[in-house]
């Protein structure tokens, strides 16, 4: 079957039936095409020729070129992806990716900020103009829930519940309600009826959070503003539009909050990808102890 019949079928597949973020998307695809151009190039194969031998010829060819072990591991696991489907689709009739093994790694853990780090953060828009009062609802919002920049800003004014106490969410999978502390309620009021009415370019507006064209905001919109903000702060840690969700999760963690209610505020689909922050909290004891006690 011609290579671009079966990326579009794939394409098709992650997109309707998979429900894949737009960047889950472009990450799998990005893998297979490269995938492809090495097999047009290096081997007389296609997609559906290819065997065991020539991909295994394809992940050293990867590591040849200096990539990385995450990008190695997550290459695998795009091919092996990608195969399934085609053999769930009857294009293939074996997975010639099986054999593949990434090499082990060390994982990565998030970083996150402190309790003070964040109150920083959160002090440094200032509620003197619309600006101000928008960037502080949506800062408090983001370590209020830990919901995702891409989740943040979709959100949309109907689905604030203020009076209730909660936001709803629309998530990858499934809608969640998510409460709100009184802070980030205040801020979140002061902005929805005060200052909002008078960003939003047309009345029939629905985003909850506009830039100053009064349209929705955009990502890299909301990564200019958080940059700017640390800078201000004077955290030198790296932050990004994803540390206060990893900050609150394991804040809450810190704080008593078991991981199966952690995990559904967070949206995660398995509980797995919450436990990470477990290995946070434990490697941030071992730190305090080997810095703290007079042996250590």
Known sequence: ???????????????????????????????????????ASHSDCD?????????????????????????????????KGFYNFL???????????????????????????????VELLLEQPECIDAKGY???????????????VSELISLDITDLSLAAGIITCHGRDHDRAIPLYPAAIKALNEYAEF??????????????????????????????????????????????????????AAHLLENGADLRSIQEMLGHADISSTQIYSQLVKKQLKDVYNKAHPRA
């Open 87 to 117: 053999v769930n689709a009857n294009i293939v009739d074996s997975n010639p990716a099986n054999v593949l093994v990434p090499d082990k790694t060390t994982q990565k853990l998030p970083q996150i900020l402190t309790s003070r780090e």
């Open 195 to 248: 200052i909002r009415p008078q960003m939003i370019a047309k009345p029939d507006e629905k985003a909850l959070f506009v830039n100053v064209s009064g349209e929705r905001m955009s990502r890299q919109g909301f990564w200019k503003l958080i940059k700017s903000y640390q800078l201000k702060a004077g955290i030198e840690k790296t932050i990004t539009p994803h540390t206060l969700r990893h900050s609150f």
């Open 47 to 79: 997609y559906d020729t290819a065997d065991e031998e020539v991909l295994a010829e394809y992940i050293n060819w990867l590591k040849g070129q200096g990539k990385s072990v995450a990008t190695v591991s997550r290459a695998i696991a795009s091919i």
């Open 134 to 148: 928008r960037d502080r609802a949506m800062l408090e919002l983001l370590y209020a829930t830990g919901i995702r």
């Open 1 to 39: 079957m011609n290579d671009n019949v079966c990326i579009n079928k794939y394409e098709t597949y992650l997109t309707e039936v998979k429900k894949s973020s737009v960047n889950t998307l472009s990450s799998y695809l990005r893998d297979i095409r490269q995938l492809g151009d090495y097999l």
